[in-house]
């Protein structure tokens, strides 16, 4: 059976390093094969995967052969792709290797692979680009990504880096670096050190419109992708109001553009023994999202990519409603406390669009393969009071020895939080694969997630204290 979101056999999607060329998305990325116990990105390289429409999707294969036990790329990290003025391909990737040292220490390094075209790359023997060790930290040297400045007429290349004795926690900066040829480079003042995370990977800058983004992702005070923006190259970069493009189940997120559109290319993690309850692992599924720009403004925000709402197909019987605790009449829900109209839910191959009109109501969302009690299952949580919305389950973790020992002290998947869309009118478009659940509002915020324990079931809407009208409700296999 086809897949809508794609991970290779027996092995697991890392950052993706994607690329657009004549008509197809080449979809780079980290192949973890995970055959070390409770380790991750060990005897890593690039594959690739291509596609033109982000639903079929095609593995070509190993992308560049990483080195022997006693070379600098032993496992080989994320990067970027550049063409330059003949038509080389230039692969600039992380080459990493614990025995190999500068000053004693291990370190990261840079390297690179050419091809003339983008099934065929070679790494070029004599390019490694360590830090200076002076202004930027030796380790923290990764994920490099290479643009032409046009202003500048030379190269730019942005890496993960670390202000040198810059502090453990606040040091983090995008490093900047820069070329007449691609091959020989000089190091330069940091491009953006906000003195705020302890790195910031996978760091990119692209522009629509008139305004640049610059995009990196972060494990400190949030595990995410971020994106800032400003007029200029040279700043200042602003922080928008929402700064984000999903939740922290869809990491590392580059992006590539055919000139017209940009897409979002990430994956989303795996967690630990394949339950709810686990921790998130490094690895996972491949996703993608389509980016698009507030009319001009500097806001961005995702829908779904083109095909999505079309994947499944098969309009799925759903049996008639059941009403938990409230009142459903003339497809208006309603409840003192907490109510909710109930529907036949499929198992894990499904997609759920329908919309709702909130009327009155302190709490309201989507309820996913519930019980008619409401005992188990997944919420999603929208709040408008405090702006937010959020993946929930229930149970939230294994149940201790005493009653209160149920995780209550834990309101929502903190993880999966997003802003909530100033608005009463809600569109959900709903994805379910095995255990992926990526979720739409409005075609403008993305909530991926994991949904191990819970399958089949109900599907509903729920409300707390309030009125909620549901005006269309469509379940397809």
């Known amino acids: 059976m086809k897949n809508l979101f794609y991970r290779p056999e027996s092995a697991w999607v890392g950052d993706l390093i994607p690329y657009y060329d004549n008509g197809t998305y080449y979809a780079f990325y980290l192949h973890d094969p995970r055959i070390y116990k409770d380790q991750y990105a060990e005897d890593t390289t690039w594959h690739l995967a291509t596609t033109k429409d982000f639903i079929n999707v095609n593995y070509e294969g190993e992308a560049i052969k990483r080195g022997g036990d006693n070379e600098p790329n032993k496992n080989i990290y994320t990067g970027s792709i550049i063409k330059d003025k003949d038509n080389v391909y230039h692969a600039f990737y992380t080459a990493y290797n614990e025995d190999y040292k500068v000053n004693g220490k291990s370190v990261q390094a840079v390297m690179q692979a050419v091809g003339s075209d983008l ?49 453990e926690l606040r040091g983090g900066c995008v490093s900047l670096s820069k070329s007449k040829d691609l091959m020989n480079w000089e190091y330069a003042e940091p491009f953006y050190y906000p003195e705020m995370y302890i790195t910031m990977e996978c760091p990119e800058v692209f522009k629509m419109g008139d305004y640049w983004y610059l995009v990196f992702s972060t494990f400190s005070d949030r595990f995410t992708t971020h994106f800032r923006y400003s007029k200029s190259l040279k700043g200042p970069w602003i922080i928008p109001e929402d700064d984000v493009f999903d939740t922290r189940a869809n990491y590392a997120i580059k992006t590539a553009s055919d000139g017209e559109r940009r897409f979002a290319f990430g994956w989303i993690a795996t967690k630990k023994g ?6 998130w692992d490094w690895g996972g599924t491949m996703v993608f999202h389509e980016i698009r720009q507030k009319d001009n403004s500097p806001e961005l925000y995702v829908t779904p990519v083109d095909g999505m709402k079309n994947f499944y197909k098969k309009d799925c019987p759903i049996g008639s409603p059941v009403t938990y605790n409230g009142k459903f009449k003339e497809q208006v829900l309603e409840s003192e406390t907490l109510g909710a109209v109930l529907y036949d839910s499929p198992a894990d191959r499904f997609s759920v669009e329908c919309t709702f009109e909130v009327m009155e109501g302190t709490e309201f969302g989507i309820a996913l393969h519930t019980d008619e009690g409401m005992e188990k299952g997944y919420f999603l949580r929208m709040n408008p009071h405090n702006n937010l919305v959020a993946w929930d389950m229930w149970p939230r973790t294994n149940k201790g020895h005493y009653q209160w020992q149920i995780a209550g002290d834990m309101p929502y998947q903190i993880e999966t939080q997003r802003i909530l869309p100033k608005t009463t009118k809600f569109d959900i478009l709903l994805v379910r694969e095995n255990d992926i659940c990526v979720l739409y509002i409005n075609n403008q915020a993305a909530l991926s997630t994991r949904m191990y324990d819970h399958k089949g079931g109900k599907l509903g809407i729920y409300v707390v204290q309030g009125k909620v009208k549901v005006s269309s409700l469509a379940v397809k296999e």
């Open 119 to 167: 099934n065929h790359l070679e790494t070029v023997p004599d390019f490694i680009y360590n830090s200076d060790g002076s202004v930027y930290e030796e380790f923290d040297w990764r994920d490099p990504y290479v643009f032409w400045n046009e202003e500048e007429e030379c190269y730019y290349m942005l890496l993960a880096s670390r202000i040198k004795d810059g502090g």
């Open 274 to 279: 394949e339950t709810d309850f686990g921790p």
